[in-house]
C-alpha cells in the first residue's frame, strides 16, 4: 500500500498563491489515480481536482477551476496542487488521496468514497 504525505500549507493573503505537495512512498504512485479533496470547519470534506494515473486527464471542482492546476511527477513519485489567487472561500485542511480502482475512478473521481489512502492533511488559510 501507498502513504501519503503532504506539504506546503500555510497562511496567505487574498490573491496570493501556494502549491501544495502530497509525497508518495511505499508503492509507486504510478499505480493509483490521485484526487486532492478540502475540509472547513464544520463542513463536509469535498473534491477540487483530480489526475489520472499518466497525468493525461485531469478534472476540477467548478470552485477551483482557472485558479488550480492539478500535476503528478511520478519519477518522483509526487503531487502537486497549485493555487492560485486564493480567496477566503478556500480556507480548509487540504487532503491528497490516492485510488486504484481504474474500472470506476473515471465515474466516481469526486467522491470521498472512492479513495482507499489519504494523507494527513496540510491546513491552508487565506486571509481577507
Known amino acids: 500500500q501507498v502513504q501519503l504525505v503532504e506539504s506546503g500549507g500555510g497562511l496567505v493573503q487574498a490573491g496570493g498563491s501556494l502549491r501544495l505537495s502530497c509525497a508518495a512512498s511505499?508503492?509507486?504512485?504510478?499505480?493509483?489515480?490521485m484526487g486532492w479533496f478540502r475540509q472547513a470547519p464544520g463542513k463536509e470534506r469535498e473534491f477540487v481536482a483530480a489526475?489520472?494515473?499518466?497525468?493525461?486527464?485531469?478534472y476540477y471542482a467548478d470552485s477551483v477551476k482557472g485558479r488550480f492546476t492539478i500535476s503528478r511527477d511520478n519519477a518522483k513519485n509526487t503531487g502537486y496542487l497549485q493555487m492560485n489567487s486564493l480567496k477566503p472561500e478556500d480556507t480548509a485542511v487540504y487532503y491528497c488521496?490516492?485510488?486504484?480502482?481504474?474500472?470506476?475512478?473515471?465515474?466516481?473521481?469526486?467522491?470521498?468514497?472512492?479513495?482507499?489512502?489519504w494523507g494527513q492533511g496540510t491546513q491552508v488559510t487565506v486571509s481577507s
Open positions: 488521496a490516492a485510488s486504484q480502482f481504474r474500472g470506476t475512478w473515471y465515474a466516481r473521481k469526486s467522491v470521498v468514497a472512492e479513495y482507499d489512502y
Open positions: 511505499g508503492r509507486s504512485l504510478s499505480s493509483y489515480a
Open positions: 489526475i489520472s494515473w499518466s497525468g493525461s486527464s485531469s
